[in-house]
Structure formats: C-alpha cells, structure tokens
T-cell receptor
Framework: NAGVMQNPRHLVRRRGQEARLRCSPM?????VYWYRQLPEEGLKFMVY????????ESGMPKERFSAEFPKEGPSILRIQQVVRGDSAAYFC??????????????FGPGTRLTVL | KQEVTQIPAALSVPEGENLVLNCSFT??????LQWFRQDPGKGLTSLLL?????REQTSGRLNASLDKSSGRSTLYIAASQPGDSATYLC?????????FGKGTRLSVIA
C-alpha cells in the first residue's frame, strides 16, 4: 500500500507565475489536508478537503491560494501569482473515511517551493 | 485558539542517555495527539498517536504520555542513538486539523 504521494518534490517558480502542487492520498483515504512549513517556523494547517468538498479552509490565505479534491484524480493546491513569501515546504496528509477527527493523519514527503 | 509549545527548542545529549521531550497545549478539548519525527529537508514520520481517552503509547524505545487535563504530553526516548538525531514535532487534533508545535531539535552525539 503506497503512502501519500506528492509531486513535484521540488518546484521553482518566478514571481508572478502559478504553482500547482499535487497530492495523491493513500489508497482508501478520502480526506486530504494541506499544511505549510515556512522557514524556521512550525507547520500550519491550510485546508481540509473530502472528495469534491472543502470542509475547512480557515488556514488558507484569502487571496491567490485555492485547493480542490476532485472525484477522480489527485488533490491540487494552486498558488497564483507567486511571491517570494510563498517559498516554503507544502505537506499533504490523508486519513481514512471512518473514525472522524480521531483518525491518524499520514503525511507525504512534501513539495518544496522556491520562488525566485 | 489552540497553541502548542515544545520545550526545549534544542537538545544535545551523548549516546546512550535517556531523554524526555515536552509538549504543552492550551485547549484540553482534543481528539488525539501525535508525535512526529522530521529529518532535515524531509517529510514527517509519525511515531506515536495517543487518543484522548488514552494515557500513553509505546513503540520500541519510545514512550509517549498524555495528561489531557493539564495540557501536557511527554515523549521519552530510551538509550538514545545517533540515528535518533532529528526534529521531533508534537501536534494536537481538536476542532482544527492538527496544530503543531515548533519542534525540539535533538542531536545525539556518538
């Protein structure tokens, strides 16, 4: 059973470009979470999605950031018009559909975004 | 708003020592608490998950305890090894999916 997969592992963008980060959850998992780790800071929750639904986006910046988890395919975190402050490691986690909030989250290896 | 604090921020110990990492949280209304390990430039490896109804969990040389009423958890590492060198993160699950502490950076010296 493959773990959570993220790609690309490393992404370089110039200011103003768009960044698309992909996350494939573990097999059988239908809940996906995105977290961001800024340099020298802890991980911060961004958004929680289930298939075709955003459950909690309280940690998402109000502008330029969006996330989706379509019925088919991976979850996508999209950052439009990137700025240098978006440079960070972005981690995806998944959990199974049963068990609710008590479920363990399993993390992917992360995508390290560098904005030039 | 939940806040998670980890003390110390960094720790250096000689190989073979037993050590304790501390985690405290401000809101005791949690579902569970997880301890993770993160190596430099890498992802997170889950070490132990303690549900809110549990007091401790053990895995090999690791033992984690949870005192929900006082908002504290400890991670005990027995007979430390150089391979244990990493950053250890504590995270609590409440109304917000996982609130993390900033971690304890552990160095085990051979």
């Amino acid at each position: 059973n493959a773990g959570v997969m993220q790609n690309p592992r490393h992404l370089v963008r110039r200011r103003g470009q768009e960044a698309r980060l992909r996350c494939s959850p573990m097999k059988g998992h239908s809940h996906v979470y995105w977290y961001r780790q800024l340099p020298e800071e802890g991980l911060k929750f961004m958004v929680y999605l289930q298939k075709e639904n955003i459950i909690d986006e309280s940690g998402m910046p109000k502008e330029r950031f969006s996330a989706e988890f379509p019925k088919e395919g991976p979850s996508i975190l999209r950052i439009q018009q990137v700025v240098r402050g978006d440079s960070a490691a972005y981690f995806c986690a998944s959990s199974p559909p049963t068990g609710g909030e008590a479920n363990e989250q399993f993390f992917g290896p992360g995508t390290r975004l560098t904005v030039l | 708003k939940q806040e998670v604090t980890q003390i110390p921020a960094a720790l250096s110990v000689p190989e073979g020592e037993n050590l304790v990492l501390n985690c405290s949280f401000t809101d005791s209304a949690i579902y569970n608490l997880q301890w993770f390990r993160q190596d430099p430039g890498k992802g997170l490896t889950s070490l132990l998950l303690i549900q809110s109804s549990q007091r401790e969990q053990t895995s090999g040389r690791l033992n984690a305890s949870l005192d929900k009423s006082s908002g504290r958890s400890t991670l005990y590492i027995a007979a430390s090894q150089p391979g244990d060198s990493a950053t250890y993160l504590c995270a609590v699950r409440g109304n917000t999916p996982l609130v993390f502490g900033k971690g304890t950076r552990l160095s085990v010296i051979a």
